[in-house]
């Protein structure tokens, strides 16, 4: 069956299942910290691809924070046998660093504390590998009326606008934006669209909403009010709180377009 | 023996990665005569058309045109379908095969550009890549620029205009989007190709 047109386009609203990984197990923290195990990366990755994911991220969460690479092993098992967009994050303070990452089988990078602290590292990337591989994460929390970019896993504020921030990263190069909200994040309240609608738009690049999934209804408010390009959830994913196909039925039914069947 | 062609621009791990888990008898060379010694030749390629550039200089296009001349099966994936054509907008100064009539635009005004996520197919004709595909099936897509709906389209995708998701004439196939990563739709495209016998 075909997808509902909006403005003549067919293009599908994307649904994206985040693995945060910790010491090689997925995990899934509360506003960024107490973890909880959720198992295997590559075997959540592909549970979630039959699922109806139509992407997966990974995100190595503790890689900046304990001054670390990213986990290539973990990376590279996960890839094999993905067939769908596969980006990892978390480490990857230099082009090498992301080099070897996509050595590793990741389809694209996402960059944050070190794209902060070198704008110019996404330009890198993006002449080597296309600016299609490199997302620019910005996780951003609600500080006096505005939006703070916060980098570390969230731990260090920057004093930087999220959205003066978000159309610099387009202008260096960035082919997404992944933006969390920490207010939001693993609170299961739902997407913050005021922020999300803020940045999409401001940048003609793709927005991945993150940050506060709950319930299909909110992926549906995320797309419709926040008019993001794709929704990422982690938690609700992990736990079977939310199945893919379920969600994608209720999201078809509510007129949003999706890849389906999947 | 499938060449996937690298020259440079990005990254080929996925390619190859899906053309292994076929079964085919592939890997990735910057070899002008290893190119010519294989029976399939894969272009793949993200990114600026610019970048076609790298197989300009290093007697790559030669090989991969003596190839395609001689009748080998070849499939361009992205940037290598916009290379089948005349040229591309983005780049004006390279030249691409002119195999097929047109040049690569970008896409209109009035949608986000870059085009990036699923989309589904419309087929326009008879297609042996498209065999045991179901129609609409969605694929998954990302670029700036688009080849315009020619003779040899066999399947299309909208984006604020209709633009080649699937060109095939003879031995020569090109996919405007990626069907390494497009999970199962993508895997039976590259079968079909792995199995087109000409």
Redesign the interface.
Known sequence: MRPICENHQVLTKRIIACLDVDDGRVVKGVQFVNLLDAGDPAECAAAHARDGADEIVLLDITATSDKRTTMLDVVSRTARGLFIPFTVGGGIRELSDAEAVFEAGADKIAINSAAVKDPALIGKIAARFGSQAVVVSIDARRVNGGFEVFVAGGRTPTGRDALQWAREAADCGAGEILLTSMDRDGTRSGFDCALVQMVADAVSIPVIASGGAGSAQDFIDVFRNGRADAALAASIFHFGIENIGQLKLELRAANVPVRWPC | MIAIVDYG???L??VK??FD?LGADVFVTSQPEVVAAADKIVLPG???FS?LGGLDNTGLRDAVLQGVNAGKPFLGICLGLQWLFEGSDEAPEFAGAGILRGRCQPFPP???????????LMVKGDSRLLRDVAA?S?V????SFQAPVVEATTAA????TQFSAVVERENIFGVQF?P?????V??CILRNFCEADL
Do not use: I, M, Q
């Open positions: 621009a990005g990254n791990n996925s990665k899906a888990y993200v990114g600026h970048a009035l949608v986000k550009s870059p085009h990036v996520g699923w989309n589904s609409d969605f998954y897509y990302t670029h995708s909208e984006y604020g990626h390494e990563k497009s999970w199962t993508g895997l």
